[in-house]
T-cell receptor, first 112, second 115 residues
Framework: SQQGEEDPQALSIQEGENATMNCSYK?????LQWYRQNSGRGLVHLIL?????REKHSGRLRVTLDTSKKSSSLLITASRAADTASYFC????????????FGPGTRLSVLP | DTGVSQDPRHKITKRGQNVTFRCDPI?????LYWYRQTLGQGPEFLTY????????KSRLLSDRFSAERPKGSFSTLEIQRTEQGDSAMYLC?????????????FGPGTRLTVL
């Protein structure tokens, strides 16, 4: 089973609205990262949050991490059509070295 | 060097044939990863190199799969006796030393179709 699970699986919003995606994981982590993947292309790193951090911002992105609930959320504010993509969370698991585990992703559609 | 490159971008092969993919990481990155991704799923970790040493290997990786990074620069992933279930996108990623960050930089992938 996957370490990370994103929720929802798919999300459709209008341009200008905010989009929130959630990620839950199962074991202790060193850090959690969010990636974006446009259709048929490689993944692009968005943001990394360490296990001792609770919130992080980068431009229109806001990530939170709740280690007690083993969950993270990614908020994209003022969404644009170009934000249409799949979004994945990835966790670096304690004692697993460099074995990064990705969730199945949230497919975001931003309608103009 | 503009990023991670992978070759070929697409590969169609018949069941039972061997295929080899190449990944060229960002030149100063000492960590290199291979992942497999099927439609609608996230990438699945296959293996990890630090310089030329293969330090981690997923249990998903059957003995038909082998990866090398002989000089600590480019890497190859070979699949022997391909099966239809091997059809997927194979992604390579690289990272700098841990002290320089844990972000992974992904290549565009090699899409394998096994007929």
């Amino acid at each position: 089973s996957q370490q990370g699970e994103e929720d929802p699986q798919a999300l459709s919003i209008q341009e200008g609205e905010n989009a929130t995606m959630n990620c839950s994981y199962k074991t202790s982590i060193n850090n959690l990262q969010w990636y974006r993947q446009n259709s048929g292309r490689g993944l692009v790193h968005l943001i990394l949050i360490r296990s001792n951090e609770r919130e992080k911002h980068s431009g229109r992105l806001r990530v939170t991490l709740d280690t007690s609930k083993k969950s993270s959320s990614l908020l994209i504010t003022a969404s644009r059509a170009a934000d249409t993509a799949s979004y994945f969370c990835a966790t670096a698991v304690h004692n697993y070295g460099q074995n990064f585990v990705f969730g199945p992703g949230t497919r975001l559609s931003v309608l103009p | 060097d503009t990023g991670v490159s992978q070759d070929p971008r697409h590969k169609i092969t018949k069941r039972g044939q061997n295929v080899t993919f190449r990944c060229d990481p960002i030149s100063e990155h000492n960590r290199l990863y291979w992942y497999r991704q099927t439609l609608g799923q996230g990438p699945e970790f296959l293996t990890y190199f630090q310089n030329e040493a293969q330090l981690e290997k997923s249990r998903l990786l059957s003995d038909r799969f082998s990866a090398e990074r002989p000089k600590g620069s480019f890497s190859t992933l070979e699949i022997q006796r391909t099966e239809q279930g091997d059809s997927a996108m194979y992604l390579c990623a690289s990272s700098p030393k841990p002290s320089q960050g844990n972000e992974q930089f992904f290549g565009p992938g090699t899409r394998l179709t096994v007929l």
